[in-house]
């Protein structure tokens, strides 16, 4: 799994991770936010989440059109720096609400830039190490383990965010309460809610110290198609009008297929957000506790990898060792969740930290089974992944479909909550949402960076992005609806959407494996 690849790919991984943590802290709880800071309601804070998701990755077109002039490293470096600002400027507490709204989208603003910047040329360098024959067979388990690195990061953020608000809180003598909309409440609230975003800062500053440090592992891969041809050290493989005509054609068509996953996929932030806040029952009791201690959490997954060690090395002692240190691991796991409280108090803003630990503890398991069968001669091709993960998120709102059956629909209930329903029909709507995620989402990622003409290397990633962007704008349809229509038809616009974007990436897989050959 970590044999054969180079280590510039765990440098840029580790920098990815750092600055994805600060990401996520935020975004945890930035719907939550707005609305104690602003009394906006549902659809108002998820249409804003919605446009700034947007901006977010539609940005990375800009950045890998400027990338493929300037460099790639050289956009990473000047992204970071303006995400920084970005986060700072939303870290700053502001009282007067008018003021605090410009505040806000200023460092919105700021940051949808710099993740422009750095997001998709952060992965073009990824995917430029793998251009060397000597790894080119790794690239889709090195992405696979890049993906890994983001989630790892973002499976920490929730906790952090909660632990971070809660802290605030306890300062006011204050706790946690969905249900309180006390405006003195809200107030102290917001505030912690605002800490969040420093500690945004704090990761950024971390991520980009790694970046820096371990350059030189790097280094060689910050080269244009552009730059290898004027240098002419890089041999540039060359494509005909056609092929490249044909290239760009075949990921525009992935492309749209996609938007409708990131659509339903990013419903965490915003409707599946609002359902844990509003039918969920936050008092978490006996064994469902477990999910609810991210380091017990964390434990299992480090677990998984150790196992996987033990398992697959040859050497009698690194077996060995690997498996004491999984025993040891499961056992630590299980002793946090014995000092747990019991019953304990869950956030909305905690069911986000289960997709990345299911993607962080699944990752090795999917590539077991896809470079398994690729060694019997049966790999499945990225496009033929994009649509069964299309047909998979289908069934995940399917979960939650069956879980909104006789609820209160949000618009007679108003600001008061129906709390009855178990974490586990959440915790199961994220699990199959993470299977059909990592069918999708790593690969597609990889067949951008393998298929891309390389001269549009940086341009065809930030068009991966812009598809991310459209869904992500599109995003905002569930939590405009949220108080008009009853949560079984909201549910089942996604149902229908995945449902037809995997039946048209069935349809158009012969004719992208010619386009591509």
Known sequence: MFEGQPKGLYALALANTGERFGYYTMLAIFTLFMQAKFGWDEATAGKVNAIFLAAVYFLPLAGGYLSDKIGYGRCVTIGMFIMFLGYLGLACPVENLGTAKITMISGLAAVSIGTGLFKGNLQVLVGNLYDDPKYSARRDSAFSL?????????????????????????????VYDAANTDPEYLRVLAGGYGLCFGVACISLILSAIVYFVFRGWFKHADVTAKQAQSSGEVNVVELTPKQTKDRIVALLLVFFVVIFFWMAFHQNGSALTFFAKKYTNLTVEGPMRFGFNIFSLALVAVSVYTGFSAIQSKVRKTKAICSVVTVALLGCAYALYSMMANPTMAQPSDFQQFNPFFVVALTPFS???????AKRGHEISAPTRIAWGMFVAALGFGVITLA????????DLGDKTQSILSPGWLISTYLTLTFAELLLSPMG?????????????????????????????????????????????????????????????????????????
């Not at 993906?147 to 204050?174: C, D, E």
């Not at 590539?367 to 069968?373: E, I, P, S």
């Not at 909104?404 to 618009?411: C, E, K, Q, V, Y």
């Open 445 to 517: 990622i990889s067949f951008v960076s393998k298929v891309a003409p390389p001269k549009y290397k940086g341009l065809m990633m930030g068009g991966w992005f812009v598809a991310t962007a459209i869904g992500n704008y599109a995003s905002m349809l569930p939590s405009m609806l949220w108080n008009k229509i009853p949560l079984m038809y909201n549910w089942a616009i996604l149902i229908g959407l995945c449902l037809i974007s995997s039946l048209l990436m069935f349809s158009l897989l012969g004719k992208l494996k010619k386009m591509t050959a």
């Open 404 to 411: 909104s059956t006789g609820l209160i629909s949000p618009m």
């Open 367 to 373: 590539m077991v089974l896809f470079n398994g069968l």
């Open 146 to 174: 890049f993906y890994m690195a983001i989630n790892i990061g973002a499976m920490f953020a929730p906790s952090m965010a909660k632990w971070v608000t809660n802290q605030y809180l306890a300062q006011y003598n204050m």
